[in-house]
């Protein structure tokens, strides 16, 4: 039995041990995974690591500005902000099955870091956040043969050939294990408690092709659920909720007109570990402010459900 404070003094010397005198380079996602891991090694290496916050122009609103000012600010470590929306989205045009998304992401966030890479004169050593569930996710054993469920952008995502050897020190924990190194890095409670959030962003949550335009719709609605389930005082009570844009269209009334738009579905789920979970019920009343909140004030939207499915057998993002 180990404690985290241990935990970090075995990895820290693990990190120095592999990395010996090289450049290291961090891909942070926005999430709290990939901030740990960065604090960690930085408290191993130091100046040998450069963060890089890749922003695909798939993450939810306000997410790049408070990554970067959590690592400008607080910590002071240095970060390259990348704008890769357009890398992304143009790639993403045209692309509808889910594995083919993740696969792209997965292979062009290595293209940015390889391409940040040379920048600073060569990195022997890419740095992700890695979880454990991310690895056995990735390649799922049902009894038969293995079977990939989702190819998760940090483990089934990568390209088979990569220049650099990767660095993954939280590879062998679990969320509530990663969040309780995060308090012992001193990172602050409202970044360790966040909802989770997957590296493939919002392309995950657009079932069908993925545009700026949907994008932005999706951001807008999401960040009125948040906002609600802030509000009411239920954010710590969920692992993860979130909106999904859905590429069906139906026919609403509003004032004397009529609408043809969008369903949007709202998801929240209760869980330990994000292996299993179960829908999260809320309290009466609550989701019919939110459908006529997000009606009312997000264009190209006129009709919202609610996602009842447990996993097994549903999974927690919709693809
Ligand atoms: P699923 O949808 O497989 O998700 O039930 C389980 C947990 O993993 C997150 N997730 C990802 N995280 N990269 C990540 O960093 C990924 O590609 C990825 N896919 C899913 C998901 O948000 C949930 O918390």
Redesign the pocket.
């Known amino acids: 039995d180990w404690t985290m404070a241990e935990f970090r003094q075995a990895k820290i010397a693990e990190i120095r041990a592999q990395v010996g005198s090289g450049r290291v380079i961090c891909g942070l996602?926005g999430?709290v995974?990939?901030a740990v891991a960065a604090v960690l090694i930085h408290e191993a290496i130091g100046e040998q690591l450069t963060c890089v916050f890749v922003d695909h122009g798939l993450m939810r609103s306000g997410e790049a500005e408070q990554v970067v000012s959590l690592f400008r600010g607080h910590y002071n470590i240095p970060l390259v902000h990348v704008d890769a929306s357009t890398l992304f989205l143009s790639g993403l045009a045209g692309v509808t099955d889910p594995e083919a998304k993740?696969k792209f992401?997965?292979k062009t966030f290595i293209d940015v870091f390889e391409e940040e890479a040379r920048k600073i004169g060569g990195a022997g050593f890419l740095a992700q956040?890695?979880?454990y569930?991310?690895v056995i996710?990735?390649v799922s054993f049902t009894g038969g043969p293995s079977v990939t469920?989702?190819?998760?952008?940090?483990?089934g995502?990568l390209p088979e050939r990569m220049n650099m050897a990767l660095v993954e020190p939280l590879r062998e924990l679990f969320?509530d294990e990663v969040r309780a190194l995060g308090r012992e890095l001193g990172l602050p409670d409202v970044f360790v408690g966040r909802?989770?959030?997957?590296?493939?962003g919002l392309a995950?949550r657009i079932p069908g092709e993925v545009t700026r335009e949907r994008c932005d719709i999706l951001r807008k609605a999401d960040a009125i659920y948040l906002d609600e389930i802030r509000s009411a005082g239920l954010y710590d009570a969920i692992?993860?909720a979130?909106a999904v844009l859905l590429p069906v269209k139906t026919v609403g009334v509003m004032g004397d007109g009529r609408t043809y738009d969008s369903v949007l579905g709202l998801r929240a789920v209760t869980?330990t570990d994000?292996?299993t979970?179960a829908a999260f019920e809320f309290p009466g009343g609550f989701l019919p402010r939110v459908a006529t909140r997000i009606i009312n004030e997000v264009r190209g939207v006129n009709r919202v459900v609610y996602d009842y499915t447990s996993?097994p057998p549903?999974?927690?993002?919709?693809?």
């Not at 909802?195 to 493939?200: A, E, K, L, N, V």
Request: charged share 20%; glycine share 16%.
């Open positions: 996602s999430g995974d990939s993740r992401i997965g956040g890695t979880l569930p991310d996710e990735s469920i989702k190819s998760h952008h940090n483990v995502g969320k909802h989770p959030f997957p590296g493939p995950i692992w993860q979130f869980s994000g292996m979970a996993k549903g999974t927690i993002e919709w693809e």
